[in-house]
């Protein structure tokens, strides 16, 4: 395969692409990340989504550390050609955590009367599933 799919992209001047994780079966929209060339690359070869950390500045393969990886359905590419959509399947010990902090997906405050609160439940403390 050659890299024509990859060139077509609009990457960021840093080289990235925003993407973001949705639920293939609920619709739900689970995390927002980042990827370079490589992580979109391993991501379509190995069929598991791989992100670049920008904070770490190293290739995340999501679920290296807490075992919730994300098998990757589809990838769709907006009008703009520069932002990715994965429609996953989110797995793990626990099945359907996504977020670090042990909840089903990383947008769950929600402003309420001027303060974000918290609304949707911890599904396993983080501290079990990060050693």
Not at 94 to 109: D, E, K, L, M, V
């Amino acid at each position: 395969m050659t890299d024509d799919w990859l060139d077509q992209i609009k990457w960021d001047a840093d080289g990235l692409l925003p993407v973001i994780a949705q639920e293939r079966d609920s619709g739900d929209v689970l995390m927002f990340a980042w990827m370079n060339r490589e992580a979109l690359r391993r991501t379509a070869a190995q069929g598991e989504a791989v992100y670049w950390s920008r904070s770490r500045q190293k290739f995340w393969h999501k679920g290296e550390e807490s075992g919730h990886t994300q098998t990757v359905h589809e990838m769709r590419l907006d009008c703009d050609n520069d932002v990715l959509l994965l429609k996953i399947t989110q797995n793990g010990h626990t099945p359907g955590i996504a977020c670090h902090t042990g909840r089903h997906s990383c947008f769950f405050q929600r402003f309420d009367k001027g303060a974000w609160v918290a609304a949707d439940a911890v599904l396993k403390d983080p501290e079990r599933i990060y050693k």
